[in-house]
C-alpha cells in the first residue's frame, strides 16, 4: 500500500508556457502533500506544503504566482508551473504523509521531469 | 548552516563489504531520520527510519541514532553492486522533512 502517482513522468515544452503536474495517492487519502524539486547532483529542495482545502505553505525563494498549487481532493494535488523558463527545467517530485503512518513518513512519486526550451 | 548534512562522496567500497554512511543534524527537536536510496534519474525510495537513540536493524541495514550527537547512520552489510546509488538522510522538523545532499556509493565487482 502507500502507492504516489504523478503524471506526466517528463514533459518538454517552449519558454512561456505552462505545465501542470499530477500527484495522486492511489490507496491512501492524503491531507498534506509536498512538492520537491530537484537540480542534477543536488539533494530535493522542498518547495511547498500543499493540505487538502487550504491554500499552500511555501518555503522561502519559492514564487507562489509562479508555481501554483491546488490539494483539490484528498487524493489529488497539482502543480502547475507558469510561464515556464529554462531555468525552470527540474525533476519536479511530490510526496504524500500517510496520516495513519506514525514518524511523518512520506511515500514519494515517481517524478516528473521538466525541459523547458 | 545546512542542517542536515552528508559527506557528498563518493564513497566506493567493493562487493561483500560494509558500507557506512554517516549524517549529522542541527535541529536537536527532530524526532524522526529516514533514510532513502536514490537510484539516478530515479524517486527515493525509503529504506528505513528511526527515531529512537541505539540500533534499529532489516535485513542488510542498521541504522544507528545519536541523539546526544545529533548522528544518523546506515551501514550497508554484504554490499552488492545493485546498492551503488545515491543515500539521502533526512530529519523531520516542523511536519517537513529536511534532506541531505546526499552520499554516493559506488559498490565495486
Known amino acids: 500500500g502507500a502507492v504516489v502517482s504523478q503524471h506526466p513522468s517528463w514533459v518538454i515544452c517552449k519558454s512561456g508556457t505552462s505545465v501542470k503536474i499530477e500527484c495522486r495517492s492511489l490507496d491512501f487519502q492524503a491531507t498534506t502533500m509536498f512538492w520537491y524539486r530537484q537540480f542534477p547532483k543536488q539533494s530535493l529542495m522542498l518547495m511547498a506544503t500543499s493540505n487538502e482545502g487550504s491554500k499552500a505553505t511555501y518555503e522561502q525563494g519559492v514564487e507562489k504566482d509562479k508555481f501554483l498549487i491546488n490539494h483539490a481532493s484528498l487524493t489529488l494535488s497539482t502543480l502547475t508551473v507558469t510561464s515556464a523558463h529554462p531555468e525552470d527545467s527540474s525533476f519536479y517530485i511530490c510526496?504524500?504523509?500517510?496520516?495513519?503512518?506514525?514518524?511523518?513518513?512520506?511515500?514519494f512519486g515517481p517524478g516528473t521531469r521538466l525541459t523547458v526550451l | 548552516q545546512k542542517e542536515v548534512e552528508q559527506n557528498s562522496g563518493p564513497l566506493s567500497v567493493p562487493e561483500g563489504a560494509i558500507a557506512s554512511l554517516n549524517c549529522t543534524y542541527s535541529d536537536r527537536g527532530s524526532q524522526s531520520f529516514f533514510w532513502y536510496r536514490q537510484y539516478s534519474g530515479k524517486s527515493p525510495e525509503l529504506i528505513m527510519f528511526?527515531?529512537?537513540?541505539g540500533d534499529k536493524e532489516d535485513g542488510r541495514f542498521t541504522a544507528q541514532l545519536n541523539k546526544a550527537s545529533q548522528y544518523v547512520s546506515l551501514l550497508i552489510r554484504d554490499s552488492q553492486p545493485s546498492d551503488s546509488a545515491t543515500y539521502l538522510c533526512a530529519a523531520t522538523q516542523g511536519g517537513k522533512l529536511i534532506f541531505g545532499q546526499g552520499t554516493e556509493l559506488s559498490v565495486k565487482p
Open positions: 528511526i527515531y529512537s537513540n
Open positions: 510526496s504524500a504523509y500517510h496520516g495513519e503512518r506514525p514518524y511523518n513518513e512520506q511515500f
